[in-house]
């Protein structure tokens, strides 16, 4: 839950700045490339968690962090390859911040690659930063072609801005080089990977990614 | 843009009921029935609007409020029927509130039914009453099958629950049923509506409710 913005002496801001710091400093200590990856819901995070993991989890060592209001049905899911895992229940707010990630981090001191999976939701997340290297931003052409446009703010801190679902542009009447050509203009260094995660499209242009990062 | 909670002599969630109920009293005064439509970003909130008033515009006035974070696509979508309407931008925030909706009611005297379109998001508009008569929750199907569960409170509130573009249910592996179990289970008292907006399942079902709820 969260209220209408108040002015206090306590900018929660610059805490969450301070401990992503903390988290950052974290990371490079223990040699850990994170990547922060939002998107709606539905657009594929969990998924493309999944399949990373499948194809280069015997070269790299994987955690993931899994953020969702409640449950743990995404935990589940990665947890079944193997690779460290902790879930983050936010309650009633909905985006992760530096301080939630921060309490479970000690778990992951071994991995080469850490997936934050933020919350499903393409506005909240936009004001904090968690500590990550990369920032991933994912939507599916089924929330429509409009779905870039209409959150700019997000889309312009993105390193790498995902398409997914592409191969359901038709059905759905969605126009792909729209939402490439929004991203682009939102966005001109970011990479932009039309995808579509259920037919493999886009999956090894980002593995090259992933690898890089990495190296 | 939201904080951190912070507890204050101010309640903000108290000032927002007090606005709702003010609201509530300006629908009363003027037989306004106002639905305030929730669900995520690509839903179908839009086009849900836009079908019902080109299927009832001649016998039912509509006006229609709609909440989005930045620009006003929505608004061009639905001015184009001919009704009353009016855009809100929150800016940074994830959700409509009384406060904002009252700015603009004055527009909509003349209606029998108002719609408030509220910002693509499962999460935050939960906690704010907006005076509505009526809560519609829309979700479909490519959002994943998991998305009622994972979304508790907000199905908990809805009069209606609708699951949307059921004809992309093969396509992306959903199970419909599954959809429609974990909402009765979360709201036994919901009307629950398997819908497909764009071939029409559906729609005849919403259109009576909608014609009962003015009559």
């Known amino acids: 839950m969260h209220k209408i913005e108040?002015?206090?002496?306590?900018?929660?801001l610059s805490l969450n700045k301070k401990i992503a710091r903390e988290n950052r400093e974290f990371?490079?200590?223990?040699?850990?490339?994170?990547?922060?990856?939002m998107g709606a819901i539905g657009s594929g995070?969990?998924?493309?968690?999944?399949?990373?993991v499948e194809s280069l989890g015997d070269?790299?060592?994987?955690?993931?962090?899994?953020?969702?209001?409640?449950?743990?049905?995404?935990?589940?899911k990665v947890a079944r390859h193997n690779i460290p895992a902790e879930v983050v229940n936010t309650g009633k707010e909905c985006h992760l911040d530096a301080h939630l990630?921060?309490?479970?981090?000690?778990?992951?001191?071994?991995?080469?690659l850490l997936f934050i999976?933020?919350?499903?939701?393409l506005i909240c997340p936009v004001d904090f930063d968690l500590g990550e290297s990369v920032r991933v931003v994912m939507v599916s052409?089924?929330?429509?072609?409009?779905?870039?446009?209409?959150?700019?703010?997000?889309?312009?801190?993105?390193?790498?801005?995902i398409i997914n679902k592409i191969a359901l542009a038709d059905a759905v009447g969605a126009n792909v080089e729209k939402m490439v050509n929004d991203a682009k203009k939102l966005n001109p260094k970011a990479k932009v990977i039309k995808m579509d995660l259920k037919t493999g499209v886009g999956v090894a242009e980002w593995l090259q990614l992933v690898k890089e990062l990495v190296s």
Chains 1, 2 share one sequence.
């Open 45 to 52: 995070k969990t998924l493309l968690i999944e399949k990373t």
């Open 117 to 121: 999976e933020n919350v499903g939701n």
């Open 141 to 161: 052409v089924t929330e429509g072609d409009d779905v870039v446009d209409k959150h700019p703010e997000i889309f312009r801190l993105a390193d790498v801005i």
């Open 59 to 76: 070269e790299i060592k994987f955690g993931a962090i899994l953020g969702d209001v409640v449950g743990s049905a995404d935990l589940k």
């Open 6 to 12: 108040i002015d206090t002496n306590i900018d929660v």
């Open 101 to 112: 990630v921060s309490h479970c981090l000690e778990k992951f001191k071994d991995v080469d």
């Open 27 to 37: 990371f490079k200590k223990y040699k850990i490339k994170a990547i922060n990856i």
